[in-house]
């Protein structure tokens, strides 16, 4: 079945490390997206990448990074610079044209 | 200002019922309108969609309501279940260069339909 797969499902980190968010695809879509998740703000965009080799800052980019080294894969870093990292972090892509498809998530929690 | 606006909240409905969320938006370039639902711990679901050429679309029990002039949009859930209970996200995006299509999302609304 295609669809987008997110690893881990939960993830603590401590305070000043930097961890890593998984985001595969295999629904061949050429744009990739990450948005984070706070209770009762919705959805708010990180960064994006239409292609490989190239992403773009979203709303909120401060803290994290990302890479785009292939078409299927579409990793987050939250770096130590994020002071307030704790929040649902989802992952999408979309076909030229088409709609999202998200992933399943990542919990990441401050220990 | 790329906005998007959404309440109620939280809505309780019974059984059967009808369920009215409603969004607002104030960038006159966005031109796709999605609603979303999303279960605990899982990622957002399309649920039905609408460009503003249209003024009301309907897929089974949902249905979107377009209001250009007014600059709103609302989804209508008719026969609520318990099943849908969930939290249903509004979004607005534009066209952009490029394969990418920037979503804005309004707050969300966490639907209880009791049994």
């Known amino acids: 079945d295609g669809g987008i797969t997110q690893s881990p499902k939960y993830l603590f980190r401590k305070e000043g490390q930097n961890v890593t968010l998984s985001c595969e695809q295999n629904?061949?879509?050429?744009?990739m997206y990450w948005y984070r998740q706070d209770p009762g703000q919705g959805l708010r965009l990180i960064y994006y990448?239409?292609?490989?080799?190239?992403?773009q800052k979203g709303d909120i980019a401060e803290g994290y990074s990302v890479s785009r080294e292939k078409k299927e894969s579409f990793p987050l870093t939250v770096t130590s610079a994020q002071k307030n990292p704790t929040a649902f972090y989802l992952c999408?892509?979309?076909?030229?044209?088409?709609?999202?498809?998200f992933g399943s998530g990542t919990r990441l929690t401050v220990v | 200002q790329q906005q998007v606006k959404q309440s109620p909240q939280s809505l309780i409905v019974q059984k059967g019922g009808i369920s009215i969320i409603n969004c607002a938006y104030e960038?006159?370039?966005?031109?796709?309108f999605p609603w979303y639902q999303q279960f605990p711990g899982k990622g957002p679901a399309l649920l039905i969609a609408?460009?503003?050429?249209?003024s009301e679309k309907k897929e089974g029990r949902f249905t979107i309501s377009f209001n250009k002039s007014a600059k709103q949009f609302s989804l209508h859930i008719m026969d609520s279940q318990p099943g849908d209970s969930a939290t249903y996200f509004c979004?607005?995006?534009?066209?952009?260069?490029?394969?990418?299509?920037?979503?804005?999302f309004g707050s969300g609304t966490q639907l209880t339909v009791l049994p």
């Open positions: 999408a892509s979309t076909p030229l044209g088409g709609g999202y498809t």
């Open positions: 629904l061949n879509h050429d744009a």
């Open positions: 990448s239409q292609i490989v080799n190239d992403f």
């Open positions: 960038n006159t370039a966005f031109d796709y």
């Open positions: 609408i460009r503003p050429d249209v």
């Open positions: 979004a607005a995006s534009m066209k952009s260069s490029g394969s990418a299509r920037q979503l804005t």
